[in-house]
């Protein structure tokens, strides 16, 4: 319970250092005296940051721990191939062979812990391992080729996570799959070419989270693109 008592006594600190600072106003008439006042209260700030500090850096440390109980079905990508055809696709589509039981073991290993944690302490938990799955996804995945059936799957299965993992968090979770997300658009062009039309000016309320070299190092993992045209694309 004690990263609980660290993270609940931090928001009392910003609340009880709004309320003195109000009264300070109120008690105090002269400036001099209420600067006084108020450098007093800055350290009640320094003590609410430091509390959310360590809050932070637990929760972070619990959700390290974690991932080893999740490790086994995200590596299950490794035996996968993107590169279809249409019977395999078909076999995919039917039975997910590795994110239904990611899906599963996220629920179990977070779920009690729902319980024994205040709000803000579960939601930082939960977004810590997001973000931990996500990039353990995202380096497998570097490892694949695609083919344009590749991507579809691909990018059911991202829209598949983002709409799971909503269940677990009363925050939006589709920043931690923003980079996957874009990595799943890439990979569903019809050309190399076309990533023009979602880039720079044409991004519109687009935000890239992927570099320019990262943007061509996901499109040279489709079999159907030429490394050259990729190449020569002015990102």
């Given amino acids: 319970q004690a990263v609980n008592n660290f993270e609940v006594s931090s928001e009392y600190i910003k609340k009880l250092k709004a ?3 109000s009264f ?7 400036a001099d005296s209420r600067n006084r006042v108020q450098s007093c209260l800055s350290d009640l700030m320094k003590t609410s940051t430091e509390f959310q500090r360590i809050t932070t850096a637990i929760m972070e440390q619990v959700s390290q721990k974690l991932m080893p109980e999740l490790r086994g ?3 299950a990508l490794a035996s996968l191939s993107f590169n ?7 076999t995919y589509e039917a039975d997910d062979p590795w994110l239904p039981d990611l899906m599963s073991r996220m629920e179990e290993h977070l779920g009690w812990l729902q319980n024994l944690l205040t709000v803000q302490n579960y939601e930082s938990l939960v977004h810590s391992v997001l973000g931990h799955v996500a990039k353990r996804v995202e380096a497998l995945l570097l490892q ?8 579809l799957l691909l990018e059911k299965d991202v829209r598949n996570m983002v709409n799971y ?3 677990l968090t009363q925050r939006t979770v589709r920043d931690k799959f923003a980079r996957l997300s874009q990595m799943a658009t890439l990979l ?15 991004a519109d309320q687009m935000m890239w989270r992927l570099t320019p070299f990262e943007v061509k190092r996901v499109l040279k993992l489709r079999v159907e693109f030429l490394a050259v045209d990729v190449d020569e694309l002015q990102l």
């Fill in 165 to 167: 993992t909503s269940n």
């Fill in 19 to 21: 309320d003195l600072d």
């Fill in 73 to 75: 079905a995200i590596d």
């Fill in 24 to 30: 300070t106003f109120d008690v105090f008439e002269s």
């Fill in 144 to 151: 694949k080729r695609f083919n344009q059936l590749g991507g």
């Fill in 84 to 90: 279809l055809s249409d019977a395999e696709y078909a």
């Fill in 188 to 202: 569903n062009l019809e050309s190399p070419g076309e990533v023009l039309d979602y880039w720079g000016d044409n």
